[in-house]
């Protein structure tokens, strides 16, 4: 879990990501749309290739990453106990937010 976290730390990564989670992409594309240098992209790719988070399929003489959901997945799961605190603190803020219209009301 701590090498995707590191992964997805730096921006342009997650950028990569974020690019890949719509349409799988070459090297050339990724670094067109993000404005980067493509060995910039290359480096960046390996990285995320390393922990699992991109692959690469060959297409004749090109590379085509797409994005692998597994170790998202797995993420997900990670943060499942947080998102529930996040839910209940929200909850409690909306009741407390609600408490307070009443009171504005009945003045």
Avoid at 16 to 37: H, Y
């Amino acid at each position: 879990m701590e090498k995707i976290l590191s992964a997805i730390a730096e921006p342009n990564r997650l950028n990569i990501i974020g690019l890949l989670r719509d349409t799988p992409c070459t090297v050339g594309e990724i670094a067109e749309q993000l404005q980067l240098r493509q060995p910039q992209v290359s480096k960046h790719l390996r990285v995320l290739s390393e922990v699992g988070l991109v692959v690469a399929e060959p297409v004749a003489n090109k590379r085509i990453y797409k994005l692998r959901p597994q170790p998202l997945m797995k993420l997900d799961t990670w943060l499942e106990p947080y998102r529930q605190i996040w839910e209940e603190r929200f909850d409690q803020l909306d009741d407390y937010l609600v408490k307070l219209q009443e009171k504005e009301d009945e003045e």
